[in-house]
Structure formats: structure tokens, C-alpha cells
Nanobody, 127 residues
Framework: QVQLVESGGGLVQAEGSLRLSCAAS????????MGWFRHNSRNEREFVAG????????YYEDSLKGRFTISRDNARNTMYLQMNNLKPEDTAVYYC????????????????????WGQGTQVTVSS
């Protein structure tokens, strides 16, 4: 089992940047596939990015490629999301998630594969 805590959200102007962190506690962080999702103002959940256990493979929502970068530091039990050139439509609550084989079976973009979720961090982008 793993517990997840997000941080780094806040208010930023359009074209600004933020880096979100997801700190994991528990055992064997390096076993887990990790992902970022967001809930927008319409309460729709969207896949943002995913990363496999060893950071060999990363996955992105197509519209976010080039602006967002996912990474992880297994020695620090932490995952990151670097967000650049932010837009008002990026405003959402961002959640990190962890999963094991179900993520691989369903694909990193499918939220059903992730068994563990953080509490979320609010990102607000002003125009």
C-alpha cells in the first residue's frame, strides 16, 4: 500500500509555470506505475500524464505534450509534474495516482487501473 500527498499547486498567471510534487509513503514506491489526472470546473476527470516504474516510458494527453513533463525520483519516493506555458483551461484540481499491474493491463490513461490516489492540489491559472 502507498499513501500519496500532492503539493505545489497555486495561483499563476497565464504563460507561467508550476511544478507539482507527489510524495509517496509506504513501501516499494518503485513498484508502482504513477499518473497525474485532473478534475476541471465541470468535474470531468482528465488524464494528464503517466510514467512507468523505472521512468523508462512516459505518456501524455496529446494536447499537453510539449508543455507538461512528468518525472519521478525513486530514491526520494516522489513524482513530479512540470507545467509550463499554463493556460486558463489548465485550471483544475490535480491528483496523483499509483497502480500496479492493472495500469499496465488497462493502459496508463485509464483511471480504473490506479488503486491509490492523493487528495489533490488546486491549480488556478488567471488570464
Amino acid at each position: 500500500q502507498v499513501q500519496l500527498v500532492e503539493s505545489g499547486g497555486g495561483l499563476v498567471q497565464a504563460e507561467g509555470s508550476l511544478r507539482l510534487s507527489c510524495a509517496a509513503s509506504g513501501r516499494h514506491f518503485f513498484w508502482y506505475n504513477m499518473g497525474w489526472f485532473r478534475h476541471n470546473s465541470r468535474n470531468e476527470r482528465e488524464f494528464v500524464a503517466g510514467i512507468d516504474e523505472t521512468a523508462t516510458n512516459t505518456y501524455y494527453e496529446d494536447s499537453l505534450k510539449g508543455r507538461f513533463t512528468i518525472s519521478r525520483d525513486n530514491a526520494r519516493n516522489t513524482m513530479y509534474l512540470q507545467m509550463n506555458n499554463l493556460k486558463p483551461e489548465d485550471t483544475a484540481v490535480y491528483y496523483c495516482a499509483a497502480g500496479l499491474s492493472a495500469v499496465e493491463a488497462l493502459g496508463h490513461m485509464d483511471a480504473r487501473g490506479y488503486a491509490y490516489w492523493g487528495q489533490g492540489t488546486q491549480v488556478t491559472v488567471s488570464s
